[in-house]
């Protein structure tokens, strides 16, 4: 495996922006199927998190590095995503408010922000592993869904149109992909320091489960984005157990 390899593996799992945008006039009109799918897709990336790139045996390894880690990607996306928000990108994941309008740059670089991390594991998880993690590409494929409805939403309401749009999300296909390939880079030096790299990304993935996916999914599906959690969680560790 190469780093070519991790270019096109991380392409696809953002490609499914392209598919956002594309459901999003069907699903305008359905918030609650949106919010349940972007719910399915959190308890995905919850299992990839836990199985794939901070478990027990990565604390085994390189002790408490791993936690320190773990709030470093945090701390970074945290710190990152609250620039964004003050530069007008707060509402790239607003599901079913036509009204939220805020600024099309900061919503990109929103929506890149969002995406880096999981990018970077792709890669990282194929130098490391020497084969895709099937089950955190499903996990990163699916969330991005609702991401890419929600996203196209909120650029619609700042008067974008379809091929701008369209634009960006393929540029942002691009830029993961270009990610995924610096992760696969960074992670093949060492065993270890690839762990590293893993931890670090999946901070920042749970702070975006946490701070925006996951809250967003609840307020439209309501109580049964719990069940579609957990289903999403069991679906992604039969994926890794398969493996």
Known sequence: MTAWHALLWGGLGASSLLVGQALSGPLSGSPR?????MGFGAGALISAVGFELAPEASF????????AALGAGALLYYAADRVVDGMGGADRQ???????AGSPWAMFIG????GVPESFVLGSTLAVGGAIDAAFLAAVFVSNVPEGVAGTASLR???A??????????????????????GFLLADVTPKQGIYVEA???????????????????????????LLTVLGYIVAGGLSVAQ
């Open 33 to 37: 199927a949106t919010g349940l799918l």
């Open 60 to 67: 085994e390894d390189v002790g408490l590095g791993v936690g």
């Open 94 to 100: 607003t599901l079913g408010d036509p009204d939220a």
């Open 111 to 114: 929506a890149l922000l969002d």
């Open 157 to 159: 309401a700042t008067g």
């Open 161 to 182: 149109t379809s091929r701008r749009i369209f634009l960006n999300w393929s540029t942002l296909v691009v830029v993961s992909a270009l990610f995924a390939a610096l």
């Open 200 to 226: 670090f990304a999946g901070g920042a993935v749970l702070t975006v489960l946490a701070d925006s996916m996951m809250p967003e999914a609840y307020r439209h599906g309501g109580r049964a984005v719990g």
